[in-house]
Nanobody, 126 residues
Framework: QVQVVESGGGLVQAGGSLRLSCVAS????????MGWFRQAPGKEREFVAG???????????YYADSVKGRFAISRDNAKNTVYLQMNSLKPEDTAVYYC????????????????WGQGTQVTVSS
């Protein structure tokens, strides 16, 4: 069974930065597509960013339009870890951020993710 654990959330002022980390253990991490999603209070969960495995499109990255140019997703297969670097944060980025893994190796908002973490809270103050 794959376990997914996020960390790195917190409180930051608008314009600041945070880096989220996600460790996925119990499987072959390098073969999983990885994604970050978020859910704000009263809203549906939405896709933020994804990175495919090196075995599928060579580790391509995908972003929601709302975070393009501000967020960057990356992975370190040796550490079973995926990161989300968040810069120029806005109050509307406030949400619980979830990391998820896809056995397909693919990434993107349309991809099914079988394994999910518990989430980490990100709060951006104005």
């Amino acid at each position: 069974q794959v376990q997914v654990v996020e960390s790195g959330g917190g409180l930051v002022q608008a314009g600041g930065s945070l880096r989220l980390s996600c460790v996925a253990s119990g499987g072959t991490f390098s073969r999983y597509g990885m994604g970050w999603f978020r859910q704000a209070p009263g809203k549906e969960r939405e896709f933020v960013a994804g990175i495919s495995s090196m075995y599928w499109s060579g580790g391509g990255t995908y972003y929601a339009d709302s975070v393009k140019g501000r967020f960057a997703i990356s992975r370190d297969n040796a550490k079973n870890t995926v990161y989300l670097q968040m810069n120029s944060l806005k109050p509307e980025d406030t949400a619980v951020y979830y990391c998820a893994a896809s056995k397909t190796g693919r990434a993107g908002s349309w991809i099914s993710h079988e394994y999910w973490g518990q989430g980490t809270q990100v709060t951006v103050s104005s």
